[in-house]
């Protein structure tokens, strides 16, 4: 008998809750306009009188405080329908009503207009963007004047502008920067390693001529003499004509100008290390078809150990002239101690 019962208890409540489902669904699909109300509510603050508004009408208000801080309504003094008054509070400003299913009303600002397509035109919700770059394409390492769009090598540049901003001093700090490279450094006189897709590079350039660096030791350029530096990683036999497979590293020298300018910069850091340069540029005689430029730097610094002191002075200077409309020369020199 018990288990009779409890059977017949069962279906009694699935019966139940079947039919307050049924009245439920039949309730929301006969649902009738809400009935107007006096509302009464001043001019001022749209946040202010959006919240005036559901307590005075008791429905649910959901918007974004940020989207509605500083906005103003002329207030209502009327009979009208919640939906009605929101639509009258929110006049003259970039809000619009939505109520969704639940019969929330949702304020806020409208949404991207979508095509036939169904994609999303966003003409009416984006304002013009400029962006202003410039093109890094004049790589000197490419014998044949190839552009980096015809290069099929991974290529980076290291600006003066960069090197500039990140204060780098030396070569292997330059070069530590660019993607893809590990230097190693030694602490012994050599000059320092750099591996490119696990391969140790030796194969530097100056204005895309190759240094035998395995016969120079002692190879360690100064980076204030330089404008640039490039780095393609791969091999390199395409262009420069001796390849390897990590790659090869170019530096490009500072030319003079047709445009005056001078430069002075001055460092400091830990263990009194100190550092100078004065670079001037600028055109020389001859209409500008004579340039001339000339780096100066002065350094003096200590280690965290009393036996240790480095001091020296750099001096870089060049010329170049236009001697024809296809004819450059080019001299220079450079003295370090």
């Given at each position: 008998m018990f288990i009779k019962r409890a059977r017949v208890g069962s279906l009694l409540a699935l019966a139940i809750a079947a039919s307050l489902v049924?009245?439920?669904a039949s309730a929301a699909g006969q649902q009738t306009p809400a009935p107007e109300t006096r509302i009464t509510i001043p001019a001022g603050d749209l946040i202010t009188a959006l919240d005036a508004l559901a307590k005075q009408t008791r429905v649910e208000l959901i918007?974004?405080?940020?989207q509605l801080e500083g906005l103003k309504t002329r207030g209502i003094d009327a009979s009208l329908t919640p939906s009605a008054a929101v639509n009258k509070l929110i006049e003259g400003t970039p809000l619009t009503l939505r109520i969704d299913s639940s019969g929330a009303m949702v304020v806020a600002a409208p949404q991207p207009s979508a095509s036939r397509n169904g994609s999303i035109n966003l003409d009416d919700t984006l304002s013009e963007v400029i962006v202003t770059g410039r093109l890094l394409d004049n790589v000197s390492m490419m014998k044949r004047g190839e552009t980096m769009r015809?290069?099929?090598?991974?290529?980076?540049?290291?600006t003066q502008q960069r090197i500039?901003?990140?204060?780098?001093?030396?070569?292997?700090?330059?070069?530590?920067?660019a993607p893809g490279?590990?230097?190693?450094?030694?602490?012994?006189?050599?000059?320092?390693?750099?591996?490119?897709?696990g391969f140790e590079i030796s194969n530097m350039q100056i204005d895309g001529v190759s240094v035998d660096v395995n016969r120079s030791y002692f190879f360690s350029p100064n980076l204030a003499m330089y404008e640039q530096v490039e780095v393609l990683r791969g091999a390199d036999g395409l262009f420069a004509g001796s390849g390897e497979p990590g790659g090869t590293i170019n530096l490009v020298r500072k030319r003079g100008r047709a445009d005056a300018e001078t430069i002075v910069t001055a460092q400091g850091g830990s263990w009194n290390n100190f550092n100078a340069m004065l670079d001037v540029t600028g055109?020389?005689?001859?209409?500008?078809r004579l340039r001339g430029r000339a780096v100066a730097t002065w350094r003096d610094r200590d280690?965290?150990?009393?036996?240790a002191h480095d001091k020296g002075r750099f001096f870089y200077g060049t010329l170049e002239a236009d001697v024809t409309s296809s004819t450059l020369l080019v001299v220079g020199g450079s003295h370090d101690e």
């Open positions: 049924a009245s439920g918007y974004d405080r940020d015809e290069t099929p090598q991974s290529v980076t540049i290291m500039e901003e990140q204060s780098l001093l030396s070569i292997s700090e330059v070069i530590d920067q490279m590990t230097v190693e450094n030694d602490y012994y006189g050599k000059p320092a390693t750099y591996y490119s897709r055109p020389l005689g001859f209409d500008g280690y965290f150990y009393d036996t």
